[in-house]
Each structure stands twice: as C-alpha cells, then as structure tokens.
C-alpha cells in the first residue's frame, strides 16, 4: 500500500506542480517620450454665423446695450413695450459721432420698434452699410440721429 505521502507526491507530478514551470521570457522597455498634444483649432469668429450678406463683418454702432427693467422704464420714463439702454459708448464710434451716450434709450432704429436687444441687432443687421435713423429718449425727452453703420474694427465685441 501507499503511503499517502507517495500519494500526494504523485498527484502533484501529475497536476505538474512540482515540475519546474518554465519562465517567460522578460523584455526590456525604454520609457517612450509622450506624443504631442494636438494642436487647438485656430480661433474661431464667434459673429461669423451672424454676419449679414452685404458685410464680411457685422453691422457696428459702438454700443454696449442691456434690456429694460421694469425699474429701469419709470427711471427714464419710457413706455413699458419698447427701448434698450446705452450702457457704453465706445470713444470714435459710429454712435459717439452720431451724439449717442450713456443713459439714451433706443426705441426705434430705422423705423423698426426695439422692444429688446435683438430687436436692435437685427433692424441694424437688415440695414446694411450706409446711414440708419435711430429714435431715442434723453432725460425724458424724444430725439432722433442719424448713425452711419460701419464694420467693426477686429475682434470688437459691441454692437
């Protein structure tokens, strides 16, 4: 009879666990230098999809605009459905050269209700190049101008 050492140890020749199991063989890898980022896109003009047919820039006044509140409208006295505030003029632009300031309330530009700043944006848009009537209010008061629109110098982010 077998003794169960004998046993064991030809079970385990069989199962292969005490055959010396051969080694894979290791290769040596050098640190590889990291790959180039890609490169950014080049910057894109973020007007290029609003720029009207006759411009290859876009209609500018040299304004920066914000919409009417409600407090707003009894500050300046301005009717509840209509007008967008000056809140810059930029110095040389069309609207300085115009008298446009700060605090005016635009109304109607070339004819056009502006009840609101895209109101604005496309009567001046649809206008195309040359002079634009725009009716505003001052400390109370109705007044008119005219403004020729012009393209705006690069990358300049008013209306």
């Keep these: 009879m077998r003794s169960l050492k004998t046993e064991l140890l030809a079970t385990c020749f069989a199962l292969g666990c005490g055959a010396p199991q051969p080694q894979p063989t290791q290769t040596v890898q050098y640190a590889q230098p990291a790959p180039e980022p890609p490169q950014p896109p080049p910057p894109q003009d973020p007007w290029a999809n609003t ?3 006759w411009s ?3 209609a500018h ?3 920066v605009i914000q919409p009417m509140t409600g407090d707003l409208r009894m500050y300046f006295g301005t009717p509840p459905d209509r007008g ?3 809140a810059h003029v930029a110095e040389g632009s069309p609207a300085a050269q115009a008298g446009l300031q700060v605090g005016d ?3 109607f530009a070339d004819g056009h209700l502006v009840q609101n700043n895209e109101d604005l944006r496309s009567a001046i848009a649809q206008h195309g190049p040359g002079t634009v ?3 505003f209010i001052r400390r109370g008061t109705q007044m008119q101008t005219q403004v ?3 393209e ?8």
């Design 105 to 107: 309330v635009l109304v």
């Design 84 to 86: 967008v505030l000056v």
């Design 148 to 150: 020729t629109i012009a």
């Design 61 to 63: 006044l040299g304004v």
């Design 133 to 135: 009537r725009l009716d």
């Design 51 to 53: 720029r009207p047919e």
């Design 56 to 58: 290859q820039g876009r």
């Design 152 to 159: 705006p110098p690069p990358s300049t982010p008013m209306m």
